[in-house]
């Protein structure tokens, strides 16, 4: 079974920009969750989607948004990016039970600048 | 707020010592899991720990759950600079759907 794959590796934007990540979980896998990981911050949850309605969501301001698709695949939007921003986002997959491992893809290393 | 707490947060040893990490917290889980993340990439699964008291072992960590299943620990004998990285529990509270991370153990194994 191929892994969870995250699109792009590598992205560069200027402030007041926005940006979107794309992620494609493990096939069956029909939660999908999304980090911020930062070296001063650790991991932080965004937010969970599970047949293609939230079902979770972080502390995040109204900026960060997300949303699934009917084949699981979800997508994450930043709006008016600030430095801030700069970071690994990271998705993960899982099984629909609550308790579930998760099984992360590589991550955007987004830079803001 | 639900938390799971690790200790220590960072650690550095030489090669060949023993660690154990803890990850702790007020609320019962269902299971627990613990990662390894190395700069740059995404945590990897490492196990799975569901019953009270469990132990599982994986060569050199071993994994155990606590009996209320509020605690877990992470022992590695015999470190390897292969073990270099932030080791994470996590794990959703017993009937939420809130999967949270712990607050991270970074280990440093010296050649």
């Known amino acids: 079974k191929a892994g969870v794959t995250q699109t792009p590796r590598y992205l560069i934007k200027t402030r007041g920009q926005q940006v979107t990540l794309s992620c494609s979980p493990i096939s069956g896998h029909r939660s999908v969750s999304w980090y911020q990981q930062t070296p001063g911050q650790g991991l932080q949850f965004l937010f969970e989607?599970?047949?293609?309605?939230?079902?979770n969501k972080g502390n995040f301001p109204g900026r960060f948004s997300g949303r699934q698709f009917s084949n699981s695949r979800s997508e994450m939007n930043v709006s008016t990016l600030e430095l801030g921003d700069s970071a690994l986002y990271l998705c993960?997959?899982?099984?629909?039970?609550?308790?579930?491992?998760?099984?992360f893809g590589p991550g955007t290393r987004l830079t803001v600048l | 707020t639900q938390l799971l707490e690790q200790s220590p947060q960072f650690l550095s040893i030489q090669e060949g010592e023993n660690l154990t990490v803890y990850c702790n917290s007020s609320s019962v889980f269902s299971s627990l899991q613990w990662y390894r993340q190395e700069p740059g990439e995404g945590p990897v699964l490492l196990v799975t720990?569901?019953?009270?008291?469990e132990v599982k072992k994986l060569k050199r960590l071993t994994f155990q759950f606590g009996d209320a299943r509020k605690d877990s620990s992470l022992h590695i004998t015999a470190a390897q600079p292969g073990d270099t990285g932030l080791y994470l529990c996590a794990g959703a509270p017993a009937g939420t759907y809130k999967y949270i991370f712990g607050t991270g153990t970074r280990l440093k194994v010296l050649a």
């Open positions: 720990v569901v019953t009270g008291g």
């Open positions: 989607y599970f047949s293609e309605t939230q079902r």
């Open positions: 993960a997959s899982s099984l629909e039970t609550p308790g579930n491992p998760q099984y």
